[in-house]
């Protein structure tokens, strides 16, 4: 029989988790695709519809073992045996606390761990309600999670320095960079889809041990993907490029690449071309700086976007300055300022505010900055060929996707946890945190995770990004890569880590690759890290306080 009496802290905890879970998808989804937007990869609007469905696939079909992690390891459950009512009060406080602080610093721009935020808020409450708080080293403890904030930026770091070792000495500093970039590429598809079959088999949540599967059937899995998709990518793929990039035909697009060989044909059958005149390659490299004054930028010529041609970016020292970017007309330009002469009930104008509500979140302008020491930290960095860059553009999209899908499966827990443990403890009667978490649980923080990123995503994306350094395709590429790897090895173990902390990481560890400690922005570094030291005390505070009020409350 439910608790029927604490049917208001069941209500109270669900719409905290709603906001929770919104939050957790404007602050830390961005930093799944916050490379992709820096590179030029993808755009904000192709970024907002891939997190939904990423998302959503990372917390429904693997999120079930970092959830019970979080649910039962922080404080002990041992303290709220015999009154369930008290354990509910609990967990709405930490659900409370955790959506307070996401809400608070996604609306100035500071990313945090979210992560870290639920286990600040879990202990602020486990500490006003006197229970055992899980200090000492063991399976989901405080010292577990602590130490997992250093070791993951390291891991992430490294894996993604070497991912980007082997892109930078095998293919970009190579002469002639594109032909090997164009033999290398399908290896590179390989490999993130080998990666991402691995993780999908042993991390589903009924998946057993890699012991019990079987070393030998995970690597059959893995080298049966692999060479699956190396084939794939040179029968449909590569011919698709040649098309593309050596020919320079504008009209051929992704949806071609099914073509495959009838790409190599004069007149290929193209069904929807785009059109002939088209850019075939941007400028990877084209700066984003924007003057604080007028925004201008000198206008380049026609030869200059040209496929195989460099801007004069890439002409110059990389020391030198260039010249500021043009800048981007914003949401209340484009959707609002046209009808603002009509008045306020005009259909008109109710339509415009329906699509700035709907759009605003992702067509604003997350590359451009204003910051002229950030100017010269992209100078340090060295420049690539274009053609080659967006040879990665493939494999950044893939390994944006496998990040996601990470965060999805790992950071699900931080809403989850502590609704699953309120609505099982309600449901029995009892103190009941051991039964699995439903799944319709996970289908609905899936989905608040992509729509949380859909409206306020833009704030962190901004806040990452090329904010710490110059991002291009193959940097986004081995970025995301390394701190995916991180994160899902961290969800295997049932270790929960902190994918703002994985990507910053990560992020600094390509930076470093060009052998220039000022090609790192520091102050942005300084800034995010802040934000991990903040949080808990925060989190803490905010769960602590409104769990001491309610328990010491005066009634009659």
């Not at 060479?227 to 504008?250: E, H, N, S, T």
């Not at 044909?265 to 004054?293: M, R």
Request: hydrophobic letters at 50%.
């Amino acid at each position: 029989m439910a608790l029927t009496r604490y049917n208001w802290i069941l209500a109270l905890i669900t719409i905290f988790f709603c906001l929770s879970a919104f939050m957790n998808g404007a602050n830390d989804v961005a930093n799944s695709y916050a490379t992709s937007v820096a590179a030029r990869t993808l755009t904000m609007p192709q970024v907002g519809f891939l997190s939904m469905i990423t998302e959503f696939v990372g917390a429904v079909a693997l999120g079930n073992r970092v959830t019970s992690t979080i649910k039962n390891g922080i404080i002990s459950i041992d303290r709220f045996e015999g009154n369930p009512g008290s354990l509910m009060l609990a967990m709405a406080s930490a659900e409370f606390g955790s959506a307070s602080w996401l809400a608070i610093a996604t609306s100035i721009g500071y990313p945090v761990s979210t992560t870290q935020t639920i286990v600040g808020a879990l202990i602020g409450v486990g500490i006003a309600a006197d229970s055992q708080v899980t200090w000492e080293w063991d399976d989901g403890s405080v010292s577990q999670v602590a130490a997992s904030w250093a070791i993951a930026p390291l891991l992430a770091a490294c894996f993604a320095a070497v991912i980007f070792s082997t892109v930078k000495f095998g293919v970009l500093e190579r002469q002639d960079s594109f032909n090997k970039g164009m033999l290398a590429i399908p290896f590179y598809l390989a490999f993130t889809c080998a990666i991402l079959a691995l993780f999908m088999v042993i991390e589903a949540p009924e998946a057993p041990s890699l012991e019990e599967f079987g070393p030998g059937r995970a690597v059959g899995i893995v080298l049966g993907v692999f060479f699956g998709v190396l084939a794939f990518a040179y029968i449909f793929v590569r011919p698709y490029l040649i098309r593309r990039l050596v020919k320079g035909d504008a009209r051929v697009k992704f949806y071609h690449i099914p073509l495959g060989p009838l790409l190599l044909k004069e007149n290929p059958p193209l069904y929807f071309p785009a059109k002939a005149d088209g850019v075939v390659v941007i400028d990877y490299y084209e700066n984003a700086y924007t003057s604080k004054n007028d925004g201008s930028i000198e206008n380049q010529s026609d030869s200059e976007k040209d496929v195989g041609v460099s801007t004069s970016l890439e002409k110059a020292n990389p020391l030198v300055v260039p010249t500021a970017r043009q800048r981007i007309i914003t949401p209340e330009e484009r959707f609002l300022a046209p009808t603002k002469h009509l008045p306020i009930v005009h259909p008109s104008r109710l339509f415009s505010f329906t699509k700035y509500f709907l759009f605003q979140g992702v067509t604003r302008d997350c590359v451009s900055h204003e910051d002229p020491r950030l100017q010269a930290t992209h100078a340090r960095c060295k420049i690539y060929d274009n053609r080659t860059e967006h040879l990665f553009t493939y494999t950044q999209v893939l390994s944006a996707m496998l990040m996601s899908i990470a965060h999805g499966s790992n950071d699900v827990a931080n809403a989850v946890g502590p609704w699953a443990a309120t609505y099982s403890t309600w449901q029995a009667n009892e103190v009941a945190t051991k039964v699995p978490t439903p799944v319709w649980m996970l289908v609905i923080a899936g989905f608040l995770l992509g729509a949380g990123f859909w409206f306020f995503g833009f704030k962190i994306i901004r806040a990452l990004g090329n904010r710490i350094t110059q991002m291009s395709p193959s940097r986004g590429f081995s970025t995301e890569l390394g701190a995916a790897i991180t994160v899902l090895l961290a969800s295997r173990v049932g270790l929960p880590v902190s994918t703002t902390q994985c990507l910053s990481g990560a992020t600094v560890g390509v930076a470093l690759m060009n052998f220039d400690i000022r090609a790192v922005n520091w102050r942005q570094i300084a800034y995010i890290f802040s934000g991990w030291i903040l949080t808990l005390p925060c989190a803490g505070l905010l769960g602590g306080l409104v769990m001491a009020m309610a328990l010491n409350t005066p009634h009659l």
